[in-house]
């Protein structure tokens, strides 16, 4: 069975910290995602790894940062955290090749007061 | 990039009764997902189901690609069903098949 990780499903920061959020896979997965979903407005790619310390952006990547040093591991970072990063963040990875089944983790729901 | 519709966006049914919720999509696709959201947020794979018919249990899927759409089928709806539903299909013709484009959902409302 493939296994998506997250580091945390709750977490409370304060505005202006810097977070990180630990995603890990065990299915040696080369495509490795990060989402946010909000009410009404669904599921958003924030950032997109297809390989080791590759990133492409996504969607939203505007206050959020990536790291990719190892192929089971990608890692979404807010370098300073404001108030409308509050969201459900959601990460995936899938294979390139088919089928190009995506697993999601547990998600996490942040909040930044 | 290719546009994914999800029909109804709310369904409300009693316990035992059928249901079908359905996706189009603007373009031919090799690749589609279904996934159900459960309360607690996880996403859980359904089906992958670029085309053809499949089962699992009390759900089926089926991917017509030519006609650009697929329909999930949930036959003797129980309470733990509920939750949001969503099809996925690649962003656009061009990529791997690593980025995907999410419907907005259809949220099911199970009742005892």
């Known amino acids: 069975d493939v296994k998506v990780t997250q580091s945390s499903r709750y977490l409370v920061k304060r505005t202006g910290e810097k977070v990180f959020l630990e995603c890990v896979q065990d299915?040696?997965?080369?495509?490795m995602f990060w989402y946010r979903q909000d009410p009404g407005l669904g599921l958003r790619l924030i950032y997109f790894?297809?390989?080791?310390?590759?990133?492409e952006k996504g969607d939203i990547p505007e206050g959020y940062s990536v790291s990719r040093e190892k192929k089971e591991r990608f890692s979404l970072i807010l370098e300073s955290a404001s108030t409308n990063q509050t969201s459900m963040y959601l990460c995936?990875?899938?294979?390139?090749?088919?089928?190009?089944?995506?697993?999601f983790g547990p998600g996490t729901r942040l909040t930044v007061t | 990039g290719i546009q994914v519709e999800q029909s109804p966006p709310d369904l409300i049914l009693q316990e035992g009764a059928n249901s079908t919720l359905r996706c189009n999509f603007s373009?031919?696709?090799?690749?589609l997902q279904w996934f159900h959201q459960n309360p607690w947020g996880q996403l859980i794979n359904l089906f992958y189901?670029?085309?053809g018919t499949k089962q699992n249990g009390r759900l089926s899927a089926t991917t017509v690609a030519t006609e650009r759409y697929s329909l999930l089928y949930i036959s003797s709806s129980q309470t733990t069903d509920s939750g949001v539903y969503f099809c996925?299909?690649?962003?656009?013709?061009?990529?791997?098949?690593?980025?995907?484009?999410f419907g907005d959902g259809t949220t099911l409302t199970v009742k005892p």
């Open positions: 995936a990875s899938n294979p390139t090749g088919a089928p190009y089944e995506q697993y």
């Open positions: 299915m040696d997965h080369e495509n």
């Open positions: 790894s297809y390989d080791v310390k590759m990133k």
């Open positions: 373009d031919s696709v090799n690749n």
């Open positions: 189901i670029p085309s």
């Open positions: 996925a299909v690649p962003l656009n013709l061009n990529t791997n098949a690593g980025k995907s484009t």
